[in-house]
């Protein structure tokens, strides 16, 4: 009999263990970046940090500026071009992690074959325009939100994490996918 | 396993209730000498009390003896640097190295660990700030010549003697519009939480 309460206190004491690890929060959330939830085209403010994404565009190939003539770049996903503006609100501020959060959770990084068109560093009262590339697979294109932070972990910071619900469509309701997308123009970044 | 199931003695029930009763105690103790240490870098590892510093007035920080000694508007030093809307704001701090570290041995000195991670910025009205902009050679503002004047960064690291007087030039992008208001402030690694924020003239 004693042996069988043993059992049985062991069996709870391990269903509540499984229950606490599968419910609540990690630790890492609870000191993570705090979330700051917004919107395409409106202006969304962090702790730090202010950002408006103005456009999203889809393109099977892109076209960059390398060492003075045009380059294309293929792809088996989707190029996506985001034109952003940002500003740094109370103090200098870096952003290192800039993702592509497509709706099943996949993250995709900035692109590091396209070359950057966002600088690292924002400071108060200059309002830096940029474009993120991101080579993303197509079925993460739609409801996909923006996230924008230093590095995810920093405690007392925000993370803009933008909707992308004013992406171009196509009339059967997919994302608007252009052949080639010219950024060796300059655009209107 | 006969002795295992045996029924425990009232000794060890006692005890039982002991080690369960001091839980409560124990975990809350545990938590806080784990959390003690992020308490004490919250404190100690960033700028966050400010030390008033009166015009003209000479402040004791880090073991030195620092004077602001001009706040001037330059963007002629390096025009290509400065965006639209901003202007080159030029900070010039006098310091007299302070003589703790002459006891100390060459390498191990307190200027070094007193100094480190130097920074002098700028702060508004509104609490908004600018860190030094990073210009890359400007000769316009540091002179070849002029092995006195530098960033503090740079003089952080160049064990200078003691009661050596030295120039601490920073420069900073800020918008026009705040130029003539905005404060310099200074934090040192061995003062934190404390920094000093300089009235202008």
């Known amino acids: 009999m004693r042996v069988l309460m043993g059992v049985v206190v062991l069996g709870v004491a391990a269903l509540l263990c ?15 970046t705090v979330p700051v939830a917004g919107r395409q085209g409106e202006t969304v403010r962090g702790r730090f940090l202010a950002g408006r994404v103005d456009k999203v565009e ?3 190939n892109l076209k960059v500026p390398f060492d003075r003539e045009a380059r294309t770049l293929t792809t088996d996903g989707l190029w996506v071009v985001v034109t952003l503006e940002l500003e740094a609100m109370r103090q200098p501020v870096v952003l290192y992690r800039r993702t592509w959060n497509g709706p099943s959770g996949l993250t ?8 950057a068109g966002l600088p690292t560093g924002f400071m108060v009262g200059q309002a830096s325009r940029g474009r993120l590339v991101f080579e993303i697979r197509p079925e993460a294109a739609s409801g996909a939100s923006l996230h924008l932070s230093r590095d995810w972990i920093s405690r007392f910071d925000s993370e803009l994490r933008i909707d992308l619900d004013a992406i171009p469509r196509d009339p059967a309701g997919g994302p608007d996918v252009v052949d080639t997308l010219d950024l060796s123009l300059g655009g209107d970044a | 396993m006969a002795q295992i199931s045996q029924p425990a003695g009232a000794g060890e029930r006692r005890w039982r209730r002991r080690a369960l009763l001091t839980l409560p105690l124990l975990l809350p103790l545990a ?36 004077t602001l ?9 390096k025009p290509a640097a400065v965006p639209p809307g ?14 703790a570290h002459n006891a100390l ?3 191990d000195t307190t200027f070094e660990q007193l100094w480190g991670a130097c920074q002098v910025g700028v702060v508004d009205g509104q609490g908004r700030r600018w860190s030094a902009a990073k210009l890359g050679y400007t000769p316009a503002l540091y002179p070849a010549r002029q092995r006195d004047i530098a960033t503090c960064g740079s003089h952080s690291l160049s064990k200078q003697p003691p009661e050596a007087v030295l120039t601490v030039r920073e420069a900073f992008l800020v918008p026009r519009d705040v130029a003539p208001s905005v404060r310099p402030t200074l934090s040192l690694d061995g003062e934190q939480p404390y920094y000093l924020v300089f009235q202008r003239r």
């Open chain 2, 105 to 107: 041995k060459v390498g």
């Open chain 1, 58 to 60: 889809f393109a099977r």
């Open chain 1, 108 to 115: 995709f990084h900035e692109s590091d074959r396209a070359p």
């Open chain 1, 18 to 32: 499984y229950g606490l690890q599968a419910s609540k929060p990690r630790p890492v959330d609870l000191a993570r």
């Open chain 2, 31 to 66: 938590a806080a000498a784990l959390g003690a240490n992020h308490l004490y870098w919250l404190w100690h590892g960033s700028h966050i009390v400010a030390r008033e510093v009166a015009a003209g007035e000479t402040a004791v920080f880090g073991g030195s003896e620092w």
């Open chain 2, 69 to 77: 000694t001009g706040l001037v508007a330059r963007p002629e030093a």
């Open chain 2, 86 to 99: 901003f202007t080159l704001l030029v900070a010039d701090l006098s310091v007299k190295v302070g003589s």
